[in-house]
């Protein structure tokens, strides 16, 4: 079933008011890929009634649209920050928009999360219910951050929306346990995964340099950060607070991971796999393209590229759900009257980390001081493709399914490094898994940029190795499909040269000018967004280049995309980007 979007669904469920509704910068599409479906469906099961207003009309009281809850109001700006959905790190609108239908960008509002905080509290003053932030926007802006559109330190986020609690991470376990603590009235402030203001330092809390000194010293800020983000394990972390003016934002320790049994439960939910009937008149969403059919494996990357906001958001520790969940939802998937025979993607935040563990890292937490898997795969880890094959290999063997592709990214030095079983994965992936093209994404080559990159080991060698690879084993199942890169330009620590330099390598090893090729944003709570602000490596204290201006950032792409030699210098400009885009419905500035 749909959660219902407007009164007369919940009349036609026999519910006069709701437990819960939840506000989202997304259209509502009722699939295990989208946060706000999940948590709606989890109330649900745990036997909330709830319902979900995706992205409403800010010009007027649509929020208000399935009336006050009983328990509380839960909002998220999306699946994306919506300054990152709306916004280059220049300020740039940008036209396009996978979770609005018709794909045109004018429904999200910039700082959603404060947009949508702000349109309940005016509406709903006769009868004010507890709001709760949460998704991606409020996870990466939960403490004092940097924020590249204002260029500036931001408040935690709890405090420029005034709302009640924020909760943080892959909360289905945290909001079930809110949820019933305001129902039953108790103290929520307990909640594992929660953050709330308090007027008093809680006992026991590390307490991190204060808004106000982490705004005005980059050393300060620095430090906070450190703390924050060895603080997310749950297996160790401490309850945190940090000083805002003469109140305190306080951060209880993650939330505990589901068990495999509890995680295999979320994804054993029955999910529509479409677009909410409400949003249809407006059109079709892009997204759906991608996720209707798509099979997520598990959770987590201790990859820790310094750019990637996962460790914090989803955390290091790989959690994988069980092979029979995992095929249960294929079978399930091949019997959707929609669907044609193909999966879109098999996979996770890094698909070929399914089924990772580490002993020490599931007792006593992930090392702070050491990485998983660079320069080296870390011994303790038991790692391999072995269970992957397998899992694959059952995939597409079900009736109905005649492709089960592996779009998410692969890490290909992991592939290097299993000597067992590497080879044997890429040519599965290769004959079977790959849809006319495979990507990965070095990011770059230069060893100086990949180390603040976080990815020393994913070396130009590897890279090339690993391309010698793919081909030898397309050609063996004599298929006609081709490699291609994500790279990355303008990171903290890469300069000019070094794009000339990548560029020299791609078209002298890979023989191809890139086409996906972006340009660093410093999104909220990343180690390389905390290089990009304060301009010094937060381990050894040393200067770091940053091309911050728009024109050398554009220029570092141009490089790397061939347009200075065809002196088209810079980048020229899609052709959006020519007019004045279409403002949103009653848009407003936070
Ligand atoms: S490997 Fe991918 S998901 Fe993992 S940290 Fe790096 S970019 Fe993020
Ligand atoms: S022991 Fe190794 S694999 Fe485990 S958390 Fe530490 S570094 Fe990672």
Request: aromatic share 8%; net charge positive.
């Amino acid at each position: 079933m749909f959660l219902p979007t407007t009164k007369k669904e919940m009349e036609k469920l026999g519910w006069d008011r709701l437990d819960v509704v939840l506000v989202s910068g997304d259209s509502y599409i009722d699939s295990p890929y989208v946060g706000v479906a999940v948590i709606g469906k989890v109330l649900l099961e745990a036997g909330f009634r709830v319902g979900v207003i995706g992205q409403p009309d800010i010009s007027n009281d649509d929020v208000m649209r399935l009336g006050i809850p009983q328990l509380f109001w839960g909002v998220s700006a999306g699946c994306i920050d919506s300054m990152v959905a709306n916004r280059t790190a220049s300020g740039k609108k940008r036209n396009r928009d996978d979770y609005t239908p018709g794909g045109r960008n004018d429904r999200r509002p910039d700082r959603a999360t404060i947009a949508y905080t702000n349109l309940i509290r005016r509406y709903s003053r006769e009868e004010p219910k507890p709001v709760v932030l949460g998704g991606i926007e409020a996870s990466l802006r939960r403490v004092a951050h940097y924020d590249c559109w204002t260029d500036s330190v931001r408040r935690s986020v709890l405090f420029d929306a005034k709302a009640d609690f924020l909760l943080y991470g892959m909360c289905e376990r945290s909001v079930v346990e809110l949820a019933r603590c305001l129902k039953d009235g108790k103290d929520a402030s307990i909640v594992r995964g929660l953050c709330y203001i308090s007027k008093t330092l809680p006992e026991g809390s590390i307490e991190l340099p204060s808004f106000e000194e982490a705004a005005a010293d980059k050393d300060a800020f620095t430090r906070a950060f450190q703390l924050f983000y060895n603080n997310n394990d749950p297996a160790t972390a401490s309850r945190l607070a940090q000083g805002h003016a003469d109140r305190y934002l306080v951060q209880n320790p993650p939330a505990f991971y589901l068990e495999q049994k509890d995680f295999d439960a979320v994804y054993n939910i029955k999910y529509e796999r479409d677009l909410h009937p409400f949003h249809k008149k407006d059109g079709e969403v892009k997204a759906l393209e991608t996720i209707r059919f798509s099979i997520s494996t598990h959770r987590g990357c201790y990859g820790e590229c310094g750019f990637c906001a996962i460790a914090v958001h989803e955390g290091r520790r790989v959690r994988s759900r069980s092979s029979e969940s995992i095929i249960a939802e294929a079978r399930q998937i091949a019997r959707h009257p929609l669907f044609k025979g193909r999966i879109h993607d098999v996979g996770g935040p890094s698909a070929n980390m399914y089924a990772t563990t580490c002993t020490r890292m599931e007792k006593s937490g992930c090392c702070m001081k050491k990485s998983c898997i660079s320069p080296k795969v870390c011994p303790l880890m038991k790692f391999g493709h072995d269970e992957q094959i397998s899992l694959l290999k059952a995939v597409r063997s079900i009736e109905g399914v005649k492709k089960a592709i592996v779009a998410s990214g692969i890490r290909h030095d992991l592939v290097l490094a299993d000597r067992k079983d590497g080879e044997r994965y890429l040519k599965e992936l290769v004959a079977h898994h790959v849809s006319g093209q495979m990507k990965i994404a070095p990011e770059h080559t230069e060893t100086s940029v990949l180390d603040q990159m976080g990815k020393p080991g994913c070396t130009p060698e590897a890279l090339v190795k690993f391309k010698e690879l793919f081909y030898k084993f397309t050609g063996e199942a004599g298929l006609k499909q081709f490699l291609s890169y994500y790279l990355m330009a303008a990171h903290p620590g890469c300069t000019a040269a070094d794009m000339k330099k990548l560029k020299s390598f791609v078209t002298r090893e890979l023989g191809s000018i890139p086409e996906q090729v972006q340009v660093f944003t410093p999104t909220p709570s990343t180690f390389s967004t905390l290089v990009y602000w304060t301009g010094r490596d937060p381990f050894t204290g040393r200067p770091v280049f940053v091309e911050k201006s728009a024109k050398g950032r554009e220029e570092q792409k141009a490089i790397l995309c061939g347009y200075e030699k065809e002196g088209r210098h810079p980048a020229p400009k899609p052709h959006w980007q020519k007019k004045q885009h279409l403002k949103g419905r009653g848009a407003k500035k936070y």
